[in-house]
């Protein structure tokens, strides 16, 4: 079993910022891709940032300039730094990675438990 834990959801201010970390963690051989999905309440959930083993970095259009999403390979962590929030950003927010548990098996899309983010003032 892999497990996806993120933290770092809250209230903020427009204008304000937020980090968000979600480390991975249980039987894991190697993981291909890690990144960020949000979901609105009454919405679609969207991709928002991934960064992928040995691959570029890549972001939604809607948060380009303000989000930066990085990763710790070591520990098996990867980061989203939320800069210049706005209320259209308060989402429901959930890491995902596509992982590889063992040789031989191909990788396999793992979800985190979500982590809320709520622009307001």
């Known amino acids: 079993q892999v497990q996806l834990v993120e933290s770092g959801g809250g209230l903020v201010q427009p204008g304000g910022s937020l980090r968000l970390s979600c480390a991975a963690s249980?039987?894991?051989?190697?993981?291909?891709?890690l990144g960020w999905y949000r979901q609105a309440p009454g919405k679609q959930r969207e991709l928002v940032a991934t960064?992928?083993?040995?691959?570029?970095?890549t972001y939604a259009d809607s948060v380009k300039g303000r989000f930066t999403i990085s990763r710790d390979h070591a520990k098996n962590t990867v980061y989203l730094q939320m800069n210049s929030l706005n209320p259209e950003d308060t989402a429901a927010y959930y890491c995902?990675?596509?992982?590889?548990?063992?040789?031989?098996?191909?990788?396999?899309?793992?979800w985190g438990q979500g982590t809320q983010v709520t622009v307001s003032s």
């Open positions: 960064v992928p083993n040995g691959g570029t970095t």
């Open positions: 249980g039987t894991i051989f190697s993981i291909y891709t």
């Open positions: 995902h990675g596509l992982i590889r548990t063992e040789a031989g098996r191909p990788p396999y899309s793992y």
